[in-house]
């Protein structure tokens, strides 16, 4: 939990504006769950969910010619990759 937690912690004081603090919080329930099944599971489901966000804003500009500026919320990504980390494991 901790260690999801301070990643994007650092994250977030990086690049203000770009990540909420409502995803930190989100990811140390994120981490807490999938660290109790393991690192492994910690760290599949750490790193699927911004594969995830990044391949859904690659669609968005491709498919939908959005424009760089517009914003994602990356929680679902989040949530998505979580699941994938469950599910692999």
């Known amino acids: 939990m901790l260690a999801l937690s301070v990643f994007y912690l650092i994250l977030a004081l990086l690049r203000p504006g770009e990540l909420g603090?409502?995803?930190?919080?989100?990811s140390g329930f994120i981490g807490?769950?999938?660290?109790?099944?393991?690192?492994?599971?910690?760290?599949?489901?750490?790193?699927?969910?911004?594969?995830l966000?990044?391949?859904g804003a690659a669609v968005l500009l491709l498919v939908v010619r959005s424009e760089g500026r517009t914003t994602i919320p990356f929680a679902p990504f989040m949530l998505l990759g979580a699941v994938i980390g469950i599910l692999v494991r």
Not at 21 to 26: A, C, H, M, T
């Open 53 to 55: 966000g990044a391949l």
């Open 32 to 51: 807490l769950s999938l660290g109790w099944l393991g690192w492994h599971v910690l760290t599949l489901g750490a790193i699927a969910g911004p594969a």
């Open 21 to 26: 603090l409502g995803d930190v919080k989100l």
